[in-house]
């Protein structure tokens, strides 16, 4: 009839994996994902929700009008994606029609799956951090991203998957070496063009030390001619000291996992007791030591109205204190609608969240 709203129907078939990873919870999460990414679709989105059909779960939504070819970009970027179909019904039976995924991604995705090691953020939630967090700036194209506790790099390589310059801090210097050999061996292995160079970096009166190991990356000969590249950039040093290491401003994003067990203990005042390189400082479970130490450095390094987005185990840090906290830092917490969504149960003494923000 004239006037009336054309609806289509659309479902999202949950990648086999991701729901072994989070159980329940995954179905949340990913509703949540996708909601945040629908703000930038070309048409409204309504009616959202999980939908099991014949024994298998969906994610079904529905539109004003079809998807554009940039609305499935992004759908073909979310972490729980598996395939997209539209949805039909005649004579009272459903039928799916498969729809052309458009991924575009920079390097192969097997980057960040390859490498496994004890208290690694899985790679699914690590995809869904960064979307959130590109989602929320509006994301187009590649930006600047930062982990200030990047660990073995699962962040960055998965940033870099998605085209996106990438740049962590890890004071774990062994862990930092074995990145570096990771990424090394990748490159070569799957033949992309690369060229390497390390920096010593240190403070005045040796207010600190770190080493800075940076590659820039093209998918092939032609691509290097035309500087169609992107960084990949792993600092051996303490996060306290991100301001030093980069200029102010210098990124778009900041996305990490805050310590929240055994193996995310954070280093507090790392030059008390032993120094850098003869032994650990004391560790704790507690983040909010770490972010009072180091967040006016991060912020001052993310550029006005970029977005930061990090997990934490809420058992050891309210979410009340940790808006306060960003907050006093000159931050906008997003807290309503689908960013109230994150919070998820990981084991008996940890439900993590996530918190994002975005700079004044």
């Given at each position: 009839?004239?006037?009336?709203?054309?609806?289509?129907?659309?479902?999202?078939?949950?990648?086999?994996?991701?729901?072994?990873?989070?159980?329940?919870?995954?179905?949340?999460?990913?509703?949540?994902?996708?909601?945040?990414?629908?703000?930038?679709?070309?048409?409204?989105?309504?009616?959202?929700?999980?939908?099991?059909?014949?024994?298998?779960?969906?994610?079904?939504?529905?539109?004003?009008?079809?998807?554009?070819?940039?609305?499935?970009?992004?759908?073909?970027?979310?972490?729980?994606?598996?395939?997209?179909?539209?949805?039909?019904?005649?004579?009272?039976?459903?039928?799916?029609?498969?729809?052309?995924?458009?991924?575009?991604?920079?390097?192969?995705?097997?980057?960040?799956?390859?490498?496994?090691?004890?208290?690694?953020?899985?790679?699914?939630?690590?995809?869904?951090?960064?979307?959130?967090?590109?989602?929320?700036?509006?994301?187009?194209?590649?930006?600047?991203?930062?982990?200030?506790?990047?660990?073995?790099?699962?962040?960055?390589?998965?940033?870099?998957?998605?085209?996106?310059?990438?740049?962590?801090?890890?004071?774990?210097?062994?862990?930092?070496?074995?990145?570096?050999?990771?990424?090394?061996?990748f490159l070569e292995e799957a033949r992309y063009k690369y060229t390497y160079k390390h920096l010593r970096l240190s403070g005045a009166n040796r207010s600190y030390s770190a080493l800075r190991h940076s590659f820039t990356i093209a998918k092939g000969k032609e691509q290097a001619k035309s500087k169609d590249t992107r960084t990949i950039e792993l600092i051996a040093g303490d996060a306290r000291y991100a301001n030093a290491y980069y200029k102010k401003g210098f990124f778009?994003?900041?996305?990490?996992?805050?310590?929240?067990?055994?193996?995310?203990?954070?280093?507090?005042?790392?030059?008390?007791?032993?120094?850098?390189?003869?032994?650990?400082?004391?560790?704790?479970?507690?983040?909010?030591?770490?972010?009072?130490?180091?967040?006016?450095?991060?912020?001052?390094?993310?550029?006005?109205?970029?977005?930061?987005?990090?997990?934490?185990?809420?058992?050891?840090?309210?979410?009340?204190?940790?808006?306060?906290?960003?907050?006093?830092?000159?931050?906008?917490?997003?807290?309503?609608?689908?960013?109230?969504?994150?919070?998820?149960?990981?084991?008996?003494?940890?439900?993590?969240?996530?918190?994002?923000?975005?700079?004044?």
């Amino acid at each position: 009839m004239e006037g009336e709203a054309i609806y289509s129907e659309y479902a999202i078939l949950y990648h086999p994996g991701h729901n072994r990873v989070y159980f329940e919870a995954s179905l949340k999460l990913s509703a949540a994902e996708f909601g945040i990414a629908a703000s930038l679709f070309t048409v409204k989105c309504e009616n959202i929700r999980n939908e099991s059909m014949q024994g298998v779960d969906y994610l079904t939504f529905r539109t004003d009008g079809a998807l554009s070819r940039e609305d499935i970009r992004i759908i073909s970027g979310l972490s729980f994606i598996y395939a997209l179909f539209t949805l039909e019904e005649i004579g009272g039976r459903r039928y799916f029609y498969p729809v052309d995924l458009s991924k575009e991604d920079f390097i192969d995705e097997s980057m960040g799956m390859i490498l496994k090691y004890s208290g690694k953020t899985n790679e699914a939630f690590t995809r869904l951090m960064i979307n959130v967090a590109y989602y929320t700036l509006n994301g187009r194209g590649a930006v600047r991203l930062l982990d200030p506790l990047a660990g073995k790099g699962t962040t960055l390589y998965e940033g870099l998957v998605k085209g996106h310059h990438v740049y962590g801090v890890e004071i774990n210097d062994t862990a930092v070496n074995e990145a570096y050999h990771y990424i090394k061996r990748f490159l070569e292995e799957a033949r992309y063009k690369y060229t390497y160079k390390h920096l010593r970096l240190s403070g005045a009166n040796r207010s600190y030390s770190a080493l800075r190991h940076s590659f820039t990356i093209a998918k092939g000969k032609e691509q290097a001619k035309s500087k169609d590249t992107r960084t990949i950039e792993l600092i051996a040093g303490d996060a306290r000291y991100a301001n030093a290491y980069y200029k102010k401003g210098f990124f778009d994003l900041i996305v990490g996992d805050l310590p929240y067990g055994i193996q995310h203990g954070n280093v507090v005042n790392p030059q008390r007791g032993q120094a850098r390189g003869q032994g650990q400082a004391p560790r704790t479970r507690n983040p909010m030591d770490l972010l009072k130490t180091c967040l006016p450095s991060w912020m001052e390094v993310l550029r006005p109205m970029g977005v930061i987005a990090l997990a934490w185990n809420t058992h050891v840090l309210p979410r009340e204190q940790m808006e306060q906290l960003f907050a006093e830092q000159g931050c906008n917490v997003i807290c309503d609608g689908d960013y109230a969504q994150f919070a998820h149960r990981v084991d008996q003494s940890i439900v993590r969240d996530i918190l994002v923000a975005q700079k004044r």
